[in-house]
Structures are given as structure tokens and as C-alpha cells.
């Protein structure tokens, strides 16, 4: 999907486009992909049409563009301690995914992003941007000799973030300190394990007994 390039437009230009973006943004929070109307998105911004397919040659093209504002990236802290710097990551992730409107976005991107492939990897994108503090402080954790040298990083991010997606959006229940913090001991507490090993190739003989 082709878009123009905002890079070499004037100010006005600009703005306009930034309305559209907002007004999209809105309208996305309020009832996903499928609410999503470019007619609702002229009237609300005060954008004629004509002009927003100039700049988005799509409704897609326009939605991914305002969806790719929702940013869940955190500050990566620095309490002293593994457990300190989870439980403060995960405590404002949960409460993001309580109160931001970019939470109420994400269900009809996972939806659409099973069957468009530039929905799907918008959607990678904004995961990882949930993850990425959290893969930092563990790779601090283990450089501190916190974590074994093997532990499986991709794994504990899993355990830590799934429990907040399970009560956010499945039983919709309070993402709370205590809830937090029975993550965080819950994971910590549970031994953490090394990485998987690589299974064993069937082809590949295995070694003879030393002579």
C-alpha cells in the first residue's frame, strides 16, 4: 500500500493530514477496524475525501498509518533489582492496557492481522514494542549474573506479558498491584529454566564410545 510521503509537504499540508490521522485514531479507539469509515474520518476532521485518497489510496492504507501511532513501548528502569524492575515495568503496562485507548484498538488488529499480512506485521511490531522493555531488563538481569547466562529471555517475556493480555482481554478482570506481583513471584519463583535446547538431528549419528 503506496502512500505519500509526508517528509515533503508544507505546513498545511501537514496539519491536514495530521487532523485525518487523529480523527482516524478516534475513530479506531471507539470501534475498531470494522466501525472504521473513511466517510466519519472526512466529517470529523473537516477533510474532503478527495483529499484523503490523494494521501491514502485505501481505507487499509489510512488505517494502518493511524494504528501505527499506538506505541506501548516502556522506560526501561533501573530499581536495583530484577524483581523491582519487572514489577515496575509490569505495573504500567497494566495500567496502560486498562486505560489507553490504544488497548481497545488492539482486538481488531489481531483480528484483521490473521488474514493481511501488512496488519500482521503492524501487529508484530507493536509486540515487540511491549516486549522490548522487558527483554532489556532481563538481558541486564542476566549480564548481573541475576539470571542464568541460558535463561530462556523469550520465554519469561511470555509468562510475564500473558497473564496481563489473559485478564485484559479474555477475563477482563483488574490488572492490579497484587496481581503484579503474583506474576512477578509466580515467574522468579518458579525456577527459571534455560533456554530449550536444540533437538537432536535423527540423521546425525550420534558420537561412538571413546577408545
Do not use: C
Request: aromatic share 6%; hydrophobic share 40%.
Amino acid at each position: 500500500m503506496d502512500v505519500v510521503d509526508a517528509g515533503n509537504m508544507d505546513a498545511r499540508v501537514r496539519r491536514s493530514r495530521e487532523r485525518v490521522l487523529a480523527a482516524s485514531f478516534d475513530l479506531l479507539s471507539e470501534g475498531g477496524v470494522g466501525g472504521f469509515s473513511v466517510d466519519e474520518v472526512s466529517r470529523r476532521s473537516g477533510v474532503a475525501k478527495t483529499t484523503i485518497y490523494r494521501h491514502w489510496p485505501s481505507r487499509e492504507a489510512l488505517v494502518l498509518e493511524a494504528a501505527a501511532r499506538i506505541s506501548a513501548q516502556e522506560p526501561v528502569p533501573d530499581t536495583g533489582t530484577l524483581e523491582g524492575d519487572l514489577t515496575a515495568l509490569l505495573v504500567s503496562l497494566g495500567a496502560k492496557l486498562t486505560s489507553a485507548r490504544w488497548s481497545s484498538v488492539v482486538p481488531s488488529l489481531v483480528d484483521i492481522a490473521e488474514r493481511d499480512a501488512d496488519f500482521a506485521a503492524l501487529h508484530s511490531r507493536i509486540q515487540r514494542g511491549h516486549a522490548s522493555s522487558l527483554r532489556a531488563v532481563l538481558e541486564r538481569a542476566v549480564e548481573r549474573a541475576e539470571l542464568p547466562a541460558d535463561a530462556d529471555v523469550p520465554g519469561l517475556i511470555s509468562a510475564l506479558i500473558g497473564p496481563l493480555y489473559y485478564r485484559r482481554w479474555f477475563s477482563r478482570e483488574p490488572i492490579d498491584a497484587p496481581f503484579v506481583t503474583l506474576v512477578v513471584d509466580g515467574v522468579l519463583g518458579g525456577g527459571v529454566r534455560p533456554a530449550a535446547r536444540r533437538p537432536r538431528d535423527p540423521a546425525r549419528p550420534r558420537p561412538g564410545p571413546s577408545t
